[in-house]
């Protein structure tokens, strides 16, 4: 695990709250330690400070996104919605502002990480192939594939942990209205930090991404929540261009 903060007792806090919990803790107090780190060795999870002295913390997120889904918590003095909502369309998995509690970030930590990796075991059994028209999700993979005419095989999404799951969870179940609630609890498991807000911006991340393949499977239902449109069903109308 990689913790980036500029503030040396920040990552001191960090780093025991985790090997306490038995996690493996590497500490970066700049971009370029960062960057440095990540040729060295692999994350499963990287928590990672907004602000740092040598740039932005965002950046290294976009970097990121672009080659690999790394779960990534930001951890960040700057606690306001703009702020969060920034972080999470960025790629981010989570946000924790400062002040934060040790125990509250170690629970996040564990709910990226069980996102990432799949723990819930029954659910990968039931659910380790699904199929909606062009869109293929492999959840033992963790892979996201949109059929082409150039690509029959398909092309791949790069989705987050966290946007893979929200995805899945709808796709499912096409047709099938799920409120907020009911997408914090099926796709993000055991993680009731969530908030319904979070779902919202990862319904737009993830509309964004298949939208350059002329797909959107997401609609929105307002006031309500949201649902996948059932291909099977002739008369549904799409929807899903709706902003959430």
């Given at each position: 695990?990689?913790?980036?903060?500029?503030?040396?007792?920040?990552?001191?806090?960090?780093?025991?709250?985790?090997?306490?919990?038995?996690?493996?803790?590497?500490?970066?107090?700049?971009?370029?330690e960062?960057?440095?780190?990540?040729?060295?060795?692999?994350?499963?999870?990287?928590?990672?400070?907004?602000?740092?002295?040598?740039?932005?913390?965002?950046?290294?997120?976009?970097?990121?996104?672009?080659?690999?889904?790394?779960?990534?918590?930001?951890?960040?003095?700057?606690?306001?919605?703009?702020?969060?909502?920034l972080?999470?369309?960025?790629?981010?998995?989570?946000?924790?502002?400062?002040?934060?509690?040790?125990?509250?970030?170690?629970a996040?930590?564990?709910?990226?990480?069980?996102?990432?990796?799949?723990?819930?075991?029954?659910e990968?059994?039931?659910?380790?192939?699904?199929?909606h028209?062009?869109?293929?999700?492999?959840?033992?993979?963790?892979?996201?594939?949109?059929?082409?005419?150039?690509?029959?095989?398909?092309?791949?999404?790069?989705?987050?942990?966290?946007?893979?799951?929200?995805?899945?969870?709808?796709?499912e179940?096409?047709g099938?209205?799920?409120?907020?609630?009911?997408?914090?609890?099926?796709?993000?498991a055991?993680?009731?930090?969530?908030?319904?807000?979070?779902?919202?911006?990862?319904?737009?991340?993830?509309?964004?991404?298949l939208?350059?393949?002329?797909?959107?499977?997401?609609?929105?239902?307002?006031?309500?929540?949201?649902?996948?449109?059932?291909?099977?069903?002739?008369s549904?109308?799409?929807?899903?261009?709706?902003?959430?």
């Amino acid at each position: 695990m990689l913790v980036v903060d500029d503030e040396s007792r920040i990552r001191e806090v960090v780093q025991y709250a985790l090997e306490r919990e038995g996690f493996r803790v590497h500490g970066a107090g700049d971009l370029r330690e960062a960057r440095f780190s990540m040729t060295q060795r692999t994350f499963d999870v990287i928590v990672l400070d907004v602000m740092l002295p040598d740039g932005d913390g965002l950046a290294l997120c976009r970097e990121i996104r672009q080659r690999q889904r790394t779960p990534i918590l930001f951890l960040s003095a700057k606690g306001d919605e703009i702020d969060r909502i920034l972080g999470l369309e960025l790629g981010g998995d989570d946000y924790v502002t400062k002040p934060f509690s040790p125990r509250e970030l170690v629970a996040r930590v564990r709910a990226v990480l069980r996102r990432a990796e799949g723990s819930d075991e029954r659910e990968t059994e039931k659910r380790s192939r699904l199929t909606h028209g062009a869109i293929v999700i492999d959840l033992d993979r963790h892979l996201v594939l949109v059929r082409t005419e150039a690509r029959a095989a398909g092309e791949v999404v790069t989705l987050t942990p966290t946007e893979l799951g929200l995805l899945a969870a709808l796709l499912e179940r096409p047709g099938i209205v799920l409120s907020r609630h009911q997408l914090m609890k099926r796709a993000y498991a055991y993680d009731n930090l969530v908030t319904e807000r979070t779902i919202d911006t990862h319904v737009r991340r993830v509309r964004a991404k298949l939208r350059p393949f002329g797909i959107d499977p997401i609609v929105t239902v307002h006031g309500v929540g949201y649902r996948a449109y059932d291909p099977a069903d002739p008369s549904r109308t799409e929807d899903g261009a709706d902003t959430p």
